[in-house]
T-cell receptor, first 115, second 113 residues
Framework: DPKIIQKPKYLVAVTGSEKILICEQY?????MYWYRQSAKKPLEFMFS???????DNQTASSRFQPQSSKKNHLDLQITALKPDDSATYFC??????????????FGEGSRLIVV | DAKTTQPDSMESTEGETVHLPCSHA???????IYWYRQVPLQGPEYVTH???QNTTNSMAFLAIASDRKSSTLILPHVSLRDAAVYHC??????????????FGKGTKLSVKS
């Protein structure tokens, strides 16, 4: 059973619209992250949250807004979608901190296509 | 700035033992060496990590050079399921809550039957 659930797995959206990508983790972790992978590019870090608070934001655009309603949820709201936003978005989780035990575990991704 | 250097691709045959090299000449004393692998349409999968000593788990053996400037991920008896892109990543252990992993292109491992 997957411990990090991302919904939807696939999504087609129209330019200018708004979508929310859902992420729930059942690993008991207190830190969650979002990464993005565009076609044939390496994974790119976007956000990190610890105990539902934003710790790091490497996303230049304010169109991307994480939302944490519960400690095991970190959704990603994307507004005013553009074709360049087309990518697979991966959610990950870990225990907070950077110690050896704080390995990141990834979900299976939400593949977004903007037309 | 690429902190690790890996070959773009490697080929192997089922049943072989594969050695995936990673060079990290500028590694800092507080940086861990992490390995992840990724197959198409799936998220990265944790393989192993180490700091100074060699480590082993059910997936792989990680050999770390004594000067820590290079490491080798050893996959015993590879199967078709081991075909993936393998990423060698340095991750600081300096406290705080930022556990950002920086992925590069990795090594694409092909496995023939």
């Amino acid at each position: 059973d997957p411990k990090i659930i991302q919904k939807p797995k696939y999504l087609v959206a129209v330019t200018g619209s708004e979508k929310i990508l859902i992420c729930e983790q059942y690993l008991g972790h207190n830190a969650m992250y979002w990464y993005r992978q565009s076609a044939k590019k390496p994974l790119e870090f976007m956000f990190s949250y610890s105990y539902q608070k934003l710790m790091d934001n490497q996303t230049a655009s304010s169109r991307f807004q994480p939302q944490s309603s519960k400690k095991n949820h970190l959704d990603l709201q994307i507004t005013a979608l553009k074709p360049d936003d087309s990518a697979t978005y991966f959610c990950a989780s870990s225990q907070p901190g950077q110690g050896a035990g704080n390995t990141l575990y990834f979900g299976e991704g939400s593949r977004l296509i903007v037309v | 700035d690429a902190k690790t250097t890996q070959p773009d691709s490697m080929e192997s045959t089922e049943g072989e033992t594969v050695h995936l090299p990673c060079s990290h000449a500028t590694i800092s004393g507080n940086e861990y060496i992490y390995w992840y692998r990724q197959v198409p349409l799936q998220g990265p999968e944790y393989v192993t990590h180490g700091l100074q000593q060699n480590t082993t788990n059910s997936m792989a053996f990680l050999a770390i050079a004594s000067d820590r400037k290079s490491s080798t991920l050893i996959l015993p008896h590879v199967s078709l399921r081991d075909a993936a892109v393998y990423h060698c990543i340095l991750r600081p252990n300096s406290g705080g809550s930022n556990a950002k992993l920086t992925f590069g292109k990795g090594t694409k491992l092909s496995v023939k039957s």
